[in-house]
């Protein structure tokens, strides 16, 4: 199904959960659009708008038109999807596999694609693709064209499985923050609403946002900080159909996504500091331990790098 997809160019480029690609590679998309936003001078609005449970969250219906999108044949969805809807499922943990467990039945199928299923990845990837698909319909891809090959191209959000962050840009330059916001509250609530419509949420508790506005001191434009912004208020909408708020971080407090600690004003010192610490914890636990010195050096090379190296 992903080799056809992939021929076909079914996937969006948004979507960064896909082959050949890592989770870093979102992050530096992200980096890259803060510096050219910087460079150019430009408002930008940045929400990180984090899906809740995800593979669990998904409708069966709009699963099915995504497989189907996907040219899957209509007989192995529906094989699919009716055995997650009525079987039963068991927990297992350290402790052992639960005696009980707990599933649908054709009056009341249980939805979602299911942790730990094969086809989970695949059938969230067609999915996500519909959502970012009606989302730039809606008109709120960022338009982006090459300095030297003048090459265009549009960017709507980076995606990785569940973590979203929607990449807002200024349409005009006179536009005011006031306008501005108000287009970055309608793309927030448009995102959020595609994404009730597939059966899933916006979990407000990893939801918040940043937004790029600039000031001129003596002619030299600088970001402003989260004090010399408006108050805005922006929310995102809820299963319970209540607006939920989300906060505005500072251009420079750094926040962790996709494993990296970032911010709009570029400054990876935050990032740098807790990969220090988690070095010297490192250290610190093989200090302790008195384990011999071959084990540390395995630990060292196959434990500690891989931590820090990312």
């Known amino acids: 199904m992903m080799d056809q997809a992939y021929d076909n160019g079914l996937v969006p480029v948004e979507q960064f959960a896909r082959r050949g690609v890592q989770a870093s590679h979102g992050v530096l998309c992200k980096v890259l659009f803060c510096d050219m ?20 969250a998904v409708a069966h ?60 990845p695949s059938g ?48 005009s330059r006179d536009l005011t923050m006031d306008q501005f916001f108000a287009d970055c509250q309608t793309s927030v609530t448009d995102w959020g609403q595609i994404v009730l419509a597939t059966g899933g949420y916006l979990k407000a508790g990893k939801c918040f946002w940043y937004m790029m506005g600039w000031k001129w001191v003596n002619g030299v434009p600088q970001l402003r900080t989260l004090r010399q912004l408006p108050k ?13 708020p989300i906060p505005l971080r500072d251009v420079a407090d750094a926040e962790e996504t996709l494993g990296v600690w970032s911010c709009p004003k570029g400054d990876f010192g935050v990032h740098i ?29 196959y434990s500690l790098i891989p931590k820090v190296t990312y």
């Open 232 to 244: 805005y208020k922006m929310t995102i909408p809820q299963k319970n159909g209540l607006p939920a």
């Open 124 to 171: 969230f990837s067609a999915v996500s693709s519909l959502m970012v698909g009606a989302f730039q319909r809606l008109g709120h891809a960022s338009d982006f064209s090459g300095a030297w090959s003048g090459l265009l191209f549009c960017l709507a959000a980076i995606i990785y499985v569940d973590d979203t962050d929607l990449l807002l840009r200024s349409k």
């Open 37 to 56: 936003m910087r460079a150019l001078h430009e408002m930008a609005g940045i929400p990180s708008v984090d899906l809740g449970n995800c593979y669990d």
């Open 273 to 301: 500091e807790k990969k220090m610490e988690v070095g010297h914890l490192w250290v610190e636990r093989l200090r302790r331990n008195r384990c011999p010195a071959g084990d540390g050096w395995l630990g060292f090379r």
């Open 61 to 120: 219906p709009i699963a099915s038109i995504a497989l189907q999108a996907f040219q899957v044949p209509l007989t192995t969805i529906v094989l699919s999807l009716s055995v997650l809807q009525t079987m039963t499922f068991y927990l297992r943990t350290g402790y052992g596999v639960s005696t009980s467990g707990y599933g649908g039945t054709r009056s009341d199928p249980t939805f979602g694609l299911g942790q730990g299923n094969g086809m989970a």
